[in-house]
């Protein structure tokens, strides 16, 4: 991140701020490297040139769908674009091609219905509002345009939202491919998306980041056949922490399989006998 080397007096700026990391303000004064700032907060700083930021006065105040229509491409320009964008309840924002998504910690259950799914069926990127639909339908249609198979890199630290927005990404995909399952048997994208509650319980635990945290990496095959439709599927699995099923810190939790267990109706587990001493286990 490179800081504007002439900054003119009356010019708007971005500085640190030990309590909000970044702060806007007006510079008052320029002293060689010096620069004195107003700072929105009402607070008076002097800074290193090398430390303040140029801010566009044109930013429009609900941001931008797309950061690389922001006049300043640094950090704390995109942070300001972000934050604007969340508070209008906007969690997804493009750069280019590549979606960011902000975890908004409450269920939006208008974001991902049915509806959503078909308007973005054969939108091209940009078309419509950032959305994980979308840049599944892009992969989708490359795949049947270009014969070629796509891959989607969700990633992001503890808690940022990478599994709930692997399953939208495996809905829409499913939703795309999906067709009607025979003899009533379940299709293959209804067993693909069935399997995270049950990798979930396997792999997932309360840590103090995540109450819902994957402990295990995942990467998800989806097949499709000449016309565009699911013909099967596989999940591998990698570097599951096996240490957490042995060694738990307070107030981090076991696996959820566990606790789950513990809920069955008694009946239910004494089919053996092995368990009859289940209830007494230190670890639960
Ligand atoms: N798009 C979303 N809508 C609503 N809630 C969300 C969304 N994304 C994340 N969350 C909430 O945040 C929690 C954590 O998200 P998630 O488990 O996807 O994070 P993660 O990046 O996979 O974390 P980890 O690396 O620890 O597994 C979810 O259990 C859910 O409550």
Not at 19 to 32: F, K, L, M, P, Q
Not at 65 to 92: F, K, S, W
Not at 125 to 151: K, V
């Amino acid at each position: 991140m490179v800081a504007q080397s002439n900054l003119a007096i009356g010019s708007h700026v971005w500085v640190e701020d030990p309590e909000a990391t970044w702060i806007d303000g007006e510079v008052e004064e320029v002293n060689n490297e010096d620069i004195k700032i107003n700072c929105t907060s009402g607070r008076t700083v002097v800074v290193k040139a090398s430390n303040v930021y140029p801010k566009d006065p044109e930013f429009p105040s609900c941001g931008v769908d797309d950061m690389t229509r922001l006049a300043y491409l640094h950090e704390p320009g995109v942070l300001q674009n972000l934050r604007c964008r969340y508070d209008i309840n906007e969690i997804y924002t493009y750069t280019g091609n590549i979606l960011i998504a902000v975890n908004p910690f409450r269920r939006l259950p208008h974001l991902y219905d049915n509806h959503m799914m078909e308007q973005y069926k054969g939108a091209a990127i940009g078309e419509l509002s950032p959305h994980p639909f979308a840049i599944a339908d892009a992969a989708y249609r490359l795949m049947i345009n270009e014969g070629i198979s796509q891959s989607i890199l969700v990633s992001g630290e503890s808690g940022a939202g990478k599994t709930e927005s692997t399953k939208m990404l495996m809905r829409y995909l499913a939703y795309m491919g999906g067709k009607a399952a025979a003899d009533g048997r379940r299709s293959v994208e209804q067993q693909v998306l069935e399997s995270n509650p049950v990798l979930e319980a396997f792999g997932n635990a309360k840590t103090v980041r995540n109450n819902n945290s994957s402990r295990f990496g995942k990467f998800v095959e989806i097949q499709f056949n000449e016309r565009g439709k699911i013909s099967g599927a596989a999940i591998r699995t990698y570097l599951l922490e096996r240490s957490r099923v042995c060694q738990v810190s307070d107030p981090e939790r076991n696996y959820h399989c566990f606790y789950m267990l513990c809920a069955a109706p008694q009946e239910a587990l004494l089919v053996d006998e092995s368990f009859r001493e289940f209830f007494h286990f230190k670890l639960l």
